[in-house]
């Protein structure tokens, strides 16, 4: 037996006419074998609700967290669900064998939605209103993955609740499912994608509370984080922080300081970002200071790229070899020192 978890804003009736994964679980209600949870007119954040089904003592063994504008198009779900419970602890239709730290999304490398190398990708899954939409098939399934699309996520209970595995309900929507997939990888559970069809009527979006849940994923999962870049690892293998000499270009997050934010004065109207990397600080501030003139410095020509469309100003220099003396009356940086020279670090110290 499989069970089908999902949660609405409409009402019982709406959501049987209505939905499409309603009206998908009403084509297969000859298959016994599937039994559908169904939280009605919700409220509640997903990660709890989800939660209540993968800690209950009764239900079945395999369950399936699904988004109510999905179309299951696969009349052999039962089947194929057990079929990949017996390969994984967790699964999905479509994944990434590889994950940056950090990793925003299963497909996208940075915030600023970089697709990953195709050759990395894997599963297939429909985008649009009905069945039969348009497909996108990213790579082959079924395939061992570290992170996963949450539209469709099969668990096997037993395998989460040994390990002491669940959804964190500081995720209620946005991040719930990179976030149960980096616990799973760490905790040594495996992932992958299986061959079900579905289509699902939405792609996802990007708005303030999409950023606001990452701010805490960062803060979350930063000390585990390495900064060699992309890399694969394996719950047996951490990934290693080199030391500082042989250190890289920190990898692309959206955290912001919040401190030193609260530090800006009202009256100020132009401020200096030193290592300002995608220029989230930009947009935090001009949230409080639309006026302020933001001006973005970072050593990464793609970071500084991007910045470039949240700041006034923004460009790519080495702080060490800059030299426009007089551009800026004052400026304050803030952890970037372990990047620096010290001859310059300490003329930051003196300015």
Request: glycine share 6%.
């Amino acid at each position: 037996m499989i069970e089908i978890v999902s949660a609405t804003r409409l009402g019982p009736d709406a959501f049987w006419r209505e939905s499409p994964l309603g009206q998908s679980l009403l084509r297969m209600n000859k298959d016994k074998r599937i039994k559908a949870w169904i939280a009605f007119e919700n409220t509640t954040g997903l990660s709890t609700l989800y939660n209540l089904r993968l800690n209950a003592a009764e239900g079945a063994e395999v369950l399936l967290f699904v988004h109510d504008d999905v179309w299951i198009d696969d009349f052999f779900i039962a089947d194929h669900a057990l079929e990949a419970s017996k390969r994984y602890d967790l699964f999905g239709v479509v994944g990434n064998r590889r994950c940056a730290p950090l990793q925003p999304s299963w497909a996208f490398t940075d915030t600023a939605g970089t697709w990953d190398e195709a050759t990395h990708l894997h599963g297939a899954i429909a985008y649009g209103q009905g069945p039969g939409s348009q497909l996108d098939v990213f790579g082959t399934s079924p395939a061992d993955c570290q992170i996963l699309d949450g539209v469709l996520l099969g668990v096997k209970k037993s395998a989460l609740n040994a390990r002491g595995v669940a959804f964190d309900e500081q995720f209620q929507f946005h991040f719930y499912d990179v976030d149960l997939c980096a616990t799973a990888r760490h905790n040594g559970l495996r992932i992958g994608v299986w061959p079900i069809a579905i289509t699902h009527q939405s792609e996802g979006g990007f708005n303030a509370d999409w950023r606001t849940s990452y701010q805490r994923f960062c803060a979350k999962w930063h000390t585990l984080a390495s900064h060699s870049g992309l890399a694969t690892a394996s719950p047996e293998k951490p990934l290693a922080v080199p030391s500082p000499l042989a250190m890289k270009q920190t990898p692309a997050h959206e955290l912001i300081n919040p401190e030193l934010l609260a530090l800006v004065p009202a009256s100020t109207r132009r401020v200096v970002d030193v290592g300002c990397m995608h220029g989230q600080m930009a947009l935090a501030l001009k949230e409080r200071l639309p006026s302020v003139h933001y001006t973005g410095i970072d050593i990464d020509p793609n970071y500084a790229a991007i910045a470039a469309t949240r700041c006034d100003r923004a460009f790519a220099a080495d702080i060490d070899q800059l030299d426009e003396a007089g551009m800026f009356k004052k400026c304050s940086c803030t952890s970037i020192s372990l990047h620096l020279t010290l001859s310059t670090s300490i003329k930051m110290l003196v300015i």
